[in-house]
């Protein structure tokens, strides 16, 4: 009975008929048929969600130091080779200067010593424990003109290769000795070439050929003209090979295939020396003569040298005095009688 006054009551029936105090009963959210929310509920709605708007990447800046990109595909690893070339390539042209720089000084150093000055000898390089010391002073690089640099140069490998060739002589005579010992004769003489040649040919006509491009000295290239003119000779017989002479030439090496083939083919290698050596001679000759027509040297100025360096050496004076005073000592001698 309480229940159903309750029910009855007339503000009970007015709470439920009110639409304003609607309860999660009577309305469901997901159902499109029972309209907007009721205010009470609206109110705790969630909203809809904003659509996302994608972030744009800014622009990216170039700095002053960073490379600009027209077209062409740059890499770090580019820029790093074209940076170690630039690198090269300078370091390159400070090597040149150093270089030139220091033949200048050498060449001021030249000039300023003067031309009595004595200079410390640097050929042959021997070790300091050696009791015997260099005898000459060679640098082709200063005390030659450019435009012969390479002609000296070219003499004095020259002269190595002749000297390695009569060593190679020695060795050949050596083999031939040991399968034939009545070759002693050719050996001996072997021995003696490579001791006579090599530093006679330095001295007669590399060191004239030297001096004369150094100084332009017609005397020095008439002398190493007719020595190194009788050394071509030499070179052509040591081609040829007369047996008994201590040549490996191609007379003996083709006898000694009969002997013995490897010493035959041995000898047959230092015929092919000499045979270049005798060709190579005859060309430098010529090149040699080309070179000393164009810097001027005659006969005269040769004859005019000799006389200079006879009259300046001290030794030749001296000697010349002493001539002078025995012959006028003597003929005061004579005539007081």
Known sequence: MFILS?????????????????????????????????????????SAPQPVVPATTPPSRTTPTEPRNYGTSFTPQTAVNATTAELLRKQEELEKKARELERRERELDSHALGPGATRQNNWPPLPSFCPVGPCFYQDI??????????????????????????????????????VDTSGGVGLGLAILWVLLFTPCSFV??????????????????FAFFFIFFVQVIFYVIMTIGIPGWGFSGWIVSLAALKTSVPVGVIMMLNAILFTAQAAMGVVLLKRVHSLYRQTGASFVKAQAEFATGVMSNQAVRQAAASATASAAQGAFTGAAR
């Not at 105090?21 to 997901?30: E, I, K």
């Not at 159902?31 to 109110?43: H, I, L």
């Not at 000296?152 to 031939?176: D, E, G, K, R």
């Open 6 to 46: 309750v029910c009855q009551d007339p503000a009970v029936t007015q709470h439920s008929s009110n639409t304003e105090y609607a309860t999660l009963d009577l309305y469901n959210p997901f159902d499109n048929k029972n309209g907007p929310p009721p205010p009470a509920y609206a109110a705790t709605a969630p």
């Open 204 to 221: 007669c006509w590399y060191r004239p050929v030297y001096k004369a491009f150094r100084s332009d000295s017609s005397f020095n290239f």
């Open 141 to 178: 690089n200063m005390e030659i003109s450019q435009s012969f640099q390479r002609t000296v140069s070219i003499m004095y490998y020259y002269w190595m290769f002749t000297a390695c060739t009569l060593v190679f002589n020695l060795m050949s005579c050596l083999s031939l000795f040991c």
